[in-house]
C-alpha cells in the first residue's frame, strides 16, 4: 500500500485542494512526552547493522547499504518504552535544524512483527518532511533534530510519540504498536530558503511584475485592468546553475499564488515558514506547474501566468478560494529535486 501518497494539504493538487503529497506518518501524534532518551547522532557510531543502547536493549538489525532498502530485524525482546534514536551511519552535511525541511529515503515497520507499512526505495522517491514544527509524530520531530544530511537513522518509537491508542487503520498500525524506522537523509532546507540564481529574464508587457532579489518572499503585481494570456507564460526571473528539475523527481521549492482577476494571494509557503514539496511532471499536481517546471535549474525563480484549462478550470477549486475559470499567478522558488526519473 502506498502510505505515502495518501494525505493532501495546501492548494495546487488537481483534483482536490492541495499542494503538498503528504505521507501518513505526517499524522500528529495525541502523545506527549519529553525528549529523546538517546541521540548517538551527537557521539557518532560506525556501526553498520545492530546497535546497544543502555536504554533500550538490542535495537533491530539492520542489513543493507546506505542509500539502499534495507531489511530490518527485530529482536524477541520487548522495545523500549521510551524513544530510541541510533545514528548508524554519520554524515557530513547540514544539520538538520528545528523548522527545516528534511528529504529522506525511509522504511517504516511495526516491532512485533517486523510488517513494512511503507517505504520510499520502492518508489524511487523520497520524503519531505517538517522537523521540528508538530506536523509529523513526536518521535520523528524530536528524534531527527540534530541528524546531518547524509546520515542512516534508526529510530524506536513507543505508541506515545507515534499515533497513540488511536493507532492508524489505514497504514495497518495499532494503537499498542512500536514503530521502527530507518532513514537515509539526504537533504534539508531551511524554513527562509530561496532562489540563488542571477537575474535573468524580465516580465513582458502586461504582465505581472515581481520584486525581490531571491533573498525571501517576493512581491507581486497583477496589472489591472488587463486581460491575461491566453497560454501558459513562463518568465525566468532567476536562473540557477543547479540540476534541471526532471520528470518524475520530488521538486521542493517556495511559492507565491494568487488570482489575476483581484490580485489576492491564495496560498504561499512562504506564509507558511516551510517549503513545499511534491512529485513533478506526473499529473500530482495542476498541469500548468507540470509543464512550466520540468527543466528549470535547481536555484531558479520563475514568475507563471497559468490559464484556467491548465489550472482549475471550470470547477474552480472553492477550498482554496478559486473561482471558475480563473486565471493564476505564481511566483516558484525552485530550490531542488530528488530521486529517480519517470
Known sequence: MDVVHRLVSGVLVRRRAGLLLLPVLLLVSCGQGAEPTDRAGETPTSQPSSTQSAAA???PKVVGAVGSKPTIDAPDTPPAEELVVETLEEGDGDVIAKGDLMVA?????????????????????????????GRVIKGLDEGLVGTSVGSRVLLSIPPEKGYGPQGNPQAGIEGDDTLVFLLDVIGRHAADAAATGEPADTPGAGLPQVSGDGAGAPEVQ??????????LSVTTLLRGDGPPVEQGQLLVAQYTGLTWDDGKTFDSSWERGAPAAFP???????????EALVGVPAGSRVLLVIP?????????????GIEKNATLVFVVDVLASYGATA
Not at 497583477?222 to 497560454?231: A, C, H, L, N, T
Not at 511532471?281 to 495542476?286: A, D, E, K, N
Not at 484556467?308 to 482554496?320: I, T
Open 105 to 133: 529515503d525511509y522504511l517504516g515497520q511495526t516491532w512485533e512483527d517486523d510488517k513494512v507499512f511503507d517505504n520510499s526505495y520502492d518508489r524511487g522517491q523520497p520524503i519531505a518532511l517538517p522537523i521540528g514544527s
Open 280 to 290: 513533478i511532471g506526473v499529473g500530482q499536481v495542476i498541469p500548468g506547474w507540470d
Open 308 to 320: 484556467p484549462d491548465k489550472g482549475y478550470g471550470p470547477q474552480g477549486n472553492p477550498e482554496g
Open 222 to 231: 497583477v496589472p489591472k485592468g488587463r486581460k491575461p494570456p491566453k497560454k
Open 57 to 59: 536493549g538490542t535495537l
